[in-house]
Every structure is written in structure tokens, then in C-alpha cells.
């Protein structure tokens, strides 16, 4: 079962996925976010929810979908009324693919000698553990919050500070915390994780700033169980119609070193990550990338991120920032 969001004129509706139309929810539950509240303060799954909430208020798919609709596109997820209460992390070294990307980034001879591929060998000897167990933790980086996420056909911009921008083709997890402190996983969204390689390359310790960069989560949102064990795909760029560069990509727990509950783990052991009423955008990690392959993006750039399993591909153009560095100075009060 899939979800949209979607917003006109400063209203908003989720919509459910059926084919090449969407059949709107109930007016009362105009975001993802409050059929999750309404979900779990009724203690029911949102697969029994939703049905109960469709009206016959029906649009075209296809023509949203393009962008030819009056409605445009929401993140698949947020915190509708306040973005500083949506934490947007991600998880690193997840695929074995990253390692060797990261190594080949910052041109080492042996790419299995370095600390990233230290770490993913780490994920692969204790990132499953039992059940009941805890597992070793994951490399873990911050990304900003709700207003760093955006929805599919939306642009993702290099701002004035940053060196460059690439796609990170990746799935998401999506979160939000009950009101009893209690973290519970509303669905999976295919992602773009973009990132800013150039800044990464030049020094490994600048990976941290190189993530804090707008994102992008969509169309779809894949509700309840959604199967996440070996997902294949395909992320591609297009300029001026043509495809300039594409690859197979594949994730789920059979392409990654560690367990999603593992995961899911290490990020809300923090009781920092447990407020009550917060949503969490978790990135699971990325298989293959274009700047892996020497690729290197232009403003109007399209980046499409297709996992088939989740939904109808993400698309969005890269944009760049037109204007030049501003120092950003500080008053005393």
C-alpha cells in the first residue's frame, strides 16, 4: 500500500496509490503524519486505517506524476507544522560498493587497508546480530532538519558555499515517535541522499559537512510491512533529454552489512531521538553513484532514483546556488 502527498494553493491531501490514479483521504487527515498519529493513538496498523479513510475524490497520476497538475508533490514524509522537529540522518558504509566509492574517493592503492572499509568489515562480522542481541553500531551522519527534504520533480541545490553535488541513490526509512516515547517505522520512500562529493574527497574528515545538504524522499510512501530484503534498481542522469550516465543499483538487508533493526537500533538508543512527536528520515546507504564513475553534474541536470519494488521513480533537477560566498558573521548581544 502506497501513499502520496500532495499540496495545491497551500492545502494539503494524501492521496492513495492506485494505478495511474489517486484516490484522495478523508480531508480530516490532510498528512501522512496524522494518519500516523491517528494510527497508533487508535493502536491499529495504517494498512487498516487508510481503506477506511478513501473518498471519491479521484486525480490523474500520470499528469501529477510529470508535473502537468495544478498539485504538486510534498516529501512522501515530514512534520507538517514544524520542520525542526524532523531529524533527516542517514547510515554510511552500508554496501559494500560504498567502501570501495569512499577508498577510490580519497585515491588509496588498497581499499581494503582503510578505516571505511574497516567499518563495513565491522557491519559484516556483528551487523546481524541475533535476535535479542545488539549488534556493532554504523557509521552515522546528521543531514539537517525538515527543510533540508524535499519531493519528487523538486530541485536540489548546491549552495554558494558547497563545491559540487551528486545523487546518492538510496531508500529511506521514515519514522515517527509516539506520543509514549516509542519509535515506530511508518514505511519505506526510494531517496536521494545527495551529498556533496568534492568537499568529501578532499579530506575524509570534511564528510560530516559534505552531508549537510537538502535531500529529496518520493514519490510514494510503501506503508506497513514493506518487504526490504533485496531490492533492485536503477539510477540514472539525464541532460537534454538524453541519458548520460546509468547504473544497476540493489539494497535491502541481503546488499547490506547490517540489519535494518540493527540500524533502527543504533539510531534510537539515544533518548535524544525519542521525543515524543518527532519524525526521523533515516537513509540506509547507497550502492553506486555517479561521481563514483568520474560523472560530473550540471545545473538542469535531471537525477532519477527507480527501486520498482517501492513505486514509480524519484526525479529531481540539480540546481546551483547564483550567488557568491557570503561570510557569515556572528553579533554579541
Request: negative net charge; proline residues 6%.
Amino acid at each position: 500500500m502506497r501513499l502520496v502527498q500532495i499540496t495545491r494553493n497551500g492545502t494539503r491531501r494524501v492521496g492513495l496509490v492506485n494505478s495511474s490514479e489517486l484516490r484522495l483521504l478523508d480531508a480530516r487527515y490532510p498528512t501522512a503524519y496524522a494518519l500516523a498519529q491517528k494510527a497508533v493513538q487508535d493502536k491499529i496498523s495504517l494498512r487498516q486505517l487508510v481503506p477506511s479513510l478513501g473518498t471519491d475524490e479521484v486525480l490523474n497520476y500520470d499528469s501529477l506524476y510529470a508535473g502537468e497538475s495544478e498539485w504538486r508533490f510534498l516529501p512522501a514524509f515530514d512534520h507538517p507544522s514544524d520542520p525542526a522537529h524532523c531529524l533527516v540522518s542517514g547510515t554510511g558504509l552500508t554496501h559494500k560498493a560504498s567502501a570501495k566509492n569512499r577508498a577510490a574517493m580519497h585515491k588509496t592503492v588498497d581499499a581494503e587497508a582503510t578505516d571505511s572499509f574497516r567499518m563495513f568489515k565491522l557491519g559484516l562480522e556483528g551487523g546481524n546480530p541475533a535476535q535479542g542481541e545488539i549488534g556493532v553500531q554504523p557509521e552515522w551522519f546528521y543531514k539537517g532538519d525538515g527543510t533540508m527534504l524535499k519531493g519528487h520533480l523538486s530541485a536540489l541545490t548546491i549552495p554558494a558555499y558547497g563545491d559540487d553535488g551528486g545523487e546518492e541513490p538510496e531508500v529511506a526509512g521514515v519514522y515517527f515517535v509516539g506520543p509514549d516515547g516509542e519509535p515506530y517505522r511508518v514505511g519505506f520512500a526510494v531517496g536521494n541522499e545527495f551529498s556533496d562529493h568534492v568537499m568529501e574527497r578532499k579530506n575524509y574528515l570534511y564528510l560530516a559537512p559534505s552531508k549537510l545538504r537538502e535531500c529529496a524522499i518520493g514519490p510514494e510512501l510503501n506503508i506497513g510491512e514493506t518487504p526490504f530484503e533485496n531490492l533492485a534498481g536503477e539510477v540514472s542522469i539525464h541532460r537534454d533529454e538524453k541519458t548520460v550516465w546509468s547504473s544497476n543499483i540493489w539494497t535491502g538487508q541481503a546488499n547490506m552489512s547490517h540489519s535494518v533493526k540493527n540500524l533502527e537500533h543504533h539510531h534510537f538508543k539515544y533518548s535524544a531521538h525519542r521525543r515524543p512527536g518527532d519524525v526521523h528520515v533515516h537513509f540506509f546507504g547507497a550502492d553506486a553513484f555517479s561521481f563514483g564513475e568520474g560523472v560530473t553534474l550540471e545545473p538542469g541536470d535531471l537525477m532519477q532514483v527507480s527501486f520498482p519494488d517501492l513505486g514509480r521513480p524519484l526525479q529531481n533537477f540539480l540546481a546551483v546556488e547564483d550567488k557568491p560566498p557570503k561570510l557569515a558573521s556572528v553579533r554579541t548581544i
